[in-house]
C-alpha cells in the first residue's frame, strides 16, 4: 500500500453504478485525517494538522472555515455539538455548544405569527459555534488560537470557491437572500445576481468578526463590539437578544450517551440533541434480528425497521430537550425492559401508513411526559420532521496521535434567519424554530434560556475499547435515519463502509402534524420491486430524487481507522465533501 507524506492527499468522490449507485472512494492517509464539507475548509485543517497542531487545533480552522465556504449550512451563528475521542486516556467527551433561547416574552412571543418564530430576527437565538471552539480549546487545544483561525480569516477575504452543488443550495434559497435584509443579499447576491459555480465570493466583513475573535477569544464575540451589532440589530428586527444573554452563554462539556451493539460500543451526542435518542434504541431493538441473511433493502427487512421505527419516534419525541430528566429519559429507554416493550410493539404493529401512532408500550406511569396519542401530539411538530433543505454540515478529523473530533454545527435551515447584522458578516440562526410552542408541558417546549432540540447526531464507534470509526451527517430529519441504515450495514451486516454510505438512502417520513401521514421515502435506485412490495405491506412509498443528487438526502462523512495504522476517509458525493490526508 503506497502512503503520501509531507503534503495532502485530495480526492473528489463520484457517482457511479458498482456495488451501490453511489460509489465512495475512500482516502487512505498515514498521519492524520480530515472530512469536511468543502476542499478550501478540508486544506485549512490539514495544514494545521502538517504545521503540528492536534486534532482540536484543525478542527477550530476546519469548522470556521467551513462556515465562510458553506454561508447557508453553519457559521459563527449557529451551533455546534462536538465530539473529541482523547487518545491517552481513552475518554470521550460531548461539548454542547447548541443555540439558546434569548429573553423572550414567552407569553407574547407565542402570539407572533409562525413565519417570526421561523424567519428573521426574531427566530433568533444565541449562537453557540464560537463559545464551543473557545472550550475546546481551552482544554485540549496545543496551538495558539490564533493561529487555528488564521486559515478561516485568509479564506474570508480571498473569497471561497463557488462549487456547483454550493451554487445550488443558493439558488434554492435566491428568495430568502432577496427577501428584506440588505446585508445578507448585499454578502451573498453579488451585484444583485445568484454567485456563479467557479467564481470566488469574498465576506471581508466576516474576516473582520474573526480577526475581533482571534484577538480577544470567546468576548470576542459575545461582549463589545461584535455583540453590540447582533443585539442592535436584533432590537431594530424585533427580535429578543439582550447584551446580557450573550455575555451569559456557555457551552459545556458533558457526559456522551454510550450503547453496546453486537460488541461495538457507541458514542453519540446527548440531549438536546435527539439523533442518536432515534436511531440508537432502534438498533438495539434490532440487535438480535437476522435480516433474513440478506440486504438491508428488501421490502421484508424495511417493513421491519418501520415498525420499530414508528414505536420508537413518538417516544423520543416526548424524552428529548434541554431538560435535568432528559438524559435519565434517554438512559430508560435503552435499558433492557424498555427494549423488549419496544420489541414486542414493533412486532405487533401491521406497518400500514397511517397518521400518528397511538402505540405506547409502557405501563401508565411509567414516563412523567404526555403520551403519544394523536389528541396529546396535537400540531406539535415532531423532533425528526425539518425541512428536507434544513442546513447543517459535518466534519471530522483525526490526528497523529489519535485524538478524534467528530464535529456537526448547523444554523438551522439554510441562511439561516436570512439576516446578517450589519458589519459582522454573520448569517444568524433560525433556532427559535425548533423548539415546541403548542404544547407548554413539552420536554421541548420554548423558554429564556433553553437550548432548542435538534436531530443531529455525531457518533464514533469503538471496539474493544479502540477507535473503530467517525460518522455524521447533515440532513435535517433524515440525519438519525442516515446513521441508523449506515451502521446497521456496517456492523449488524458487515458491509464495508464505502458501500454503506454509497448504497441507496432511505427515510421513514414522521408526520408533520397529528392529521398527515406517515411515508417510506428513498433515491429513486431504490428498486422497483420492493417498492411495490412496500406498497403491498401498506407503506406509502415515495422517491423524491435520483441517487447522489443530496438535497434530501444530505452526505455522510466518515473516517474508519484501519488495523495498519493507517485511517480511511470517506467523503459523501451527494454534498460537496472531501476527504484528504497525509
Known sequence: MKFVSLFFLLTWSFALRASGPVLVKPVTAQHGMVVAAHPEAVAAGVAVLQAGGNAVDAAIATSLAVGVAEPYGSGLGGKLMLLFFEAKTGRTFAVDAMDRAGSLDLKAYRQRPEEDRSYGYGSVCVPGLAAGLWLVHQKWGGRPWAEN??????????????????????????KKLRKGDREIARLYLPEGQLPVAGTRLANPDLARTMEILAKEGRDGFYRG?????IVSASEKGGGVLTLADLADYEARVVEPMTMVFRGYTLICAPPPASG???FLPIMKVLET??????PLRTAANLHTLGRVWRVVAPRVSRTIGDAPESRFLFEKLLAPDSIAALRAAASAESGKSRKVSRVDPFPTGAWPVPDDSAESWGGEVSPFYESPMAATTHFIVVDGAG???CATQSQSLHFGAGVVPPGTGVVMNNSMSNFTFTDLKSINAAAPGKRARSTIGPTIVLRDSRPELAIG????????????QVLLDRLALGRPLAEAIGDTRFHFLTPLRATDHEAFEAEQSFPHAEAVALRALGWRVNLPEAAGTGRYFGGVNAVEFNRDGTLSGYADPRRTNVAAGY
Do not use: C, D, W, Y
Open 149 to 174: 483561525i488564521q486559515p478561516a480569516i485568509a479564506l474570508a477575504r480571498r473569497g471561497f470557491l463557488i462549487l456547483p452543488k454550493a451554487q445550488g443550495m443558493f439558488a434554492e434559497q435566491e
Open 225 to 229: 463590539e461584535v455583540a453590540g451589532a
Open 276 to 278: 442518536a435518542a432515534l
Open 289 to 294: 434480528e437476522t435480516f433474513g441473511g440478506g
Open 403 to 405: 485524538n478524534i473530533v
Open 473 to 484: 451527517i447533515p440532513g435535517s430529519s433524515r440525519i438519525p435515519t442516515a446513521l441508523l
